[in-house]
């Protein structure tokens, strides 16, 4: 155990028990939960946001404009 800890530890150790049980919870806040070595870890789906942006026919359309704008072309 590090220093910090031991202190930390020691000072938890001389609270009031209603006091322990607040930093218990505000502590449990900050961990990350211990998952199953072989669990997945839960990922974003594919087509989340199906249907929130219109995509254009040609997605070539505005090159030349663009290309301009950054200076590549004339």
Do not use: H
């Not at 202190?7 to 938890?12: D, P």
């Amino acid at each position: 155990m590090s220093i910090v800890q031991e202190q930390a530890v020691e000072m938890i150790g001389l609270l009031p028990d209603d006091r322990v049980e607040v930093i218990i919870e505000v502590m449990k806040g900050f961990m990350k939960p211990i998952t199953d070595i072989n669990e997945q870890p839960k990922k974003t789906r594919i087509g989340i946001a199906k249907g929130k942006f219109v995509v254009p026919d040609d997605i070539d359309e505005s090159n030349e404009e663009i290309a301009e704008m950054f200076g590549v072309n004339g």
